[in-house]
């Protein structure tokens, strides 16, 4: 080849490369301006979420000091002593008791709440707002409100169970009632929202479908069953996801109501992870703990999707 030839060919491959670079920035142009919209967001989630979940994995490895920095490598050691731990079986067991009380109860109570709102009465409206006012208050204001209704001498619940002859109840003070005390502060939290969820959706349910069903002479319950819970089941399964999820991650209304007593009966395991790590120190179990609650949860959030997403109807 002589090298006229060589250069021509040179030319050539240059040439066939710049329009290689040029194509391949045309075909990601899409990519990069999604990547830029997305970088903020990605950012965010990185510091808060990403990087504090592998830093919680990476020290429930460790043996750490008062500071929280990893100060002995002892692998698995942690897990074991927490399987092992009776106080991680109580709370862990508590957890499971408090959540079996606040999520079908707050469902159904949300539901029929609802229900209720979303007949053509007049006045409704106000029911609707006082139905979703609990959504506006914080965790902290909802508890310290609970905090004066469960007092055992003053309290607002105790006196009407004088009143009709019942005996008082020491809702925080015995642990067969404190759970349930909890249990029920939770619910009134989670109300507002749940409620407002399913009017949305039971507001969206074509009205035709009842008319046809009144045409044929179907009662109320049927209707319910046959028309409303099915259109509704979408809506239904995202606020079951939603008030599980939630439940496993209840915090304030404990530190605020029980700290975790009597004896430990609302330890729940987001409070046992608190404790451990901000007033024990003992940032390895507490690590541990997290570790193992987050898969908890995402286990049985898998498991919920696997076998109760079949029964929605999404048309």
């Known amino acids: ?122 006045g409704i409206g106000l029911f609707r707002t006082i139905f979703s006012s609990t959504m506006g208050m914080s965790v902290a204001a909802s508890a310290v409100i609970w905090l004066f209704l469960f007092h055992p001498t003053v309290g607002i619940l105790n006196s009407i169970l004088g009143f009709i002859g019942i005996d008082s109840i020491p809702w925080l003070l015995d642990p067969k009632w404190a759970l349930i005390s909890i249990a029920i502060t939770t619910i009134w939290m989670n109300t507002g929202f749940s409620f407002l969820v399913l009017l949305g959706g039971l507001q969206n349910i074509d009205q035709h479908l009842y008319e046809s069903a009144r045409i044929d002479g179907a009662g109320y319950f049927y209707q319910l069953f046959r028309i409303t819970v099915p259109m509704l089941s979408p809506t239904l399964f995202f606020i079951i996801t939603i008030t599980f999820i939630h439940s496993f991650q209840s915090f304030g209304q404990v530190d605020i109501l029980t700290g975790g007593g009597p004896a430990e009966a609302t330890n729940l395991i987001v409070y046992s992870i608190y404790q451990d790590a901000f007033i024990n120190y003992q940032f390895g179990t507490a690590s541990a703990q997290a570790v193992i609650l987050f898969l908890l949860v995402l286990l049985l959030t898998l498991v919920q999707f696997k076998f109760g997403e079949k029964k929605v109807h999404y048309q």
């Open 1 to 122: 080849m002589n090298p006229a030839e060589a250069t021509r060919v040179q030319e050539k491959m240059k040439q066939h490369v710049i329009q290689e670079k040029a194509s391949f920035w045309k075909r990601t142009a899409n990519v990069r301006i999604a990547a830029l919209y997305l970088f903020p967001s990605l950012l965010l989630f990185s510091i808060f979420l990403f990087y504090p979940m592998i830093r919680t994995v990476y020290l429930s490895f460790f043996l750490t000091d008062a500071q929280g920095n990893a100060a002995l490598f002892v692998g698995l050691e942690n897990y074991l002593y927490l399987f092992q731990s009776d106080p991680f079986r109580k709370s862990a067991s508590a957890t499971f008791l408090f959540v079996l009380y606040t999520v079908p109860t707050g469902v159904l109570l949300a539901l029929f709440l609802a229900l209720i709102a979303n007949e053509k009465l007049r």
